[in-house]
């Protein structure tokens, strides 16, 4: 049985509000890479810039934990309004991304990975 402060302290609460997918966009297959830093590693950020993507989250998060663990990991988003957009975000989660070709910086490359 709930008490009334915790009910109330539950309602100013809310709802928590999931990141909003983009609407509409071309697919995009990527190889994904960890950037040269470990320390700026935002691996949530990451995994949410992917959902956003329409990437199913589950997918997104084993993708990130691969290449935190150093492999090279090859798979499609399926709505990406942006590329730059996406490539930038990516980059600032300490990730390398290439997309269709576009580079986003030169790295060795380990054993491809698909999810």
């Given at each position: 049985?709930?008490?009334?402060?915790?009910?109330?302290?539950?309602?100013?609460?809310?709802?928590?509000?999931?990141?909003?997918?983009?609407?509409?966009?071309?697919?995009?297959?990527?190889?994904?890479?960890?950037?040269?830093?470990l320390g700026a590693v935002k691996s949530i950020s990451a995994v949410r810039a992917f959902h956003r993507r329409h990437v199913p989250t589950i997918k997104a998060k084993r993708a990130v934990e691969a290449a935190i663990e150093g492999l090279t990991v090859t798979f499609v988003a399926p709505m990406v309004e942006d590329l730059p957009l996406l490539l930038r975000e990516v980059e600032?989660?300490?990730?390398?991304?290439?997309?269709?070709?576009?580079?986003?910086?030169?790295?060795?490359?380990?054993?491809?990975?698909?999810?």
């Open positions: 049985m709930m008490t009334s402060a915790l009910r109330a302290k539950f309602e100013r609460l809310g709802r928590v509000k999931e990141d909003d997918r983009v609407l509409s966009g071309s697919p995009e297959t990527v190889t994904l890479r960890l950037g040269p830093d600032e989660c300490g990730f390398l991304l290439e997309a269709n070709g576009s580079k986003a910086v030169e790295a060795p490359t380990a054993a491809k990975v698909p999810v």
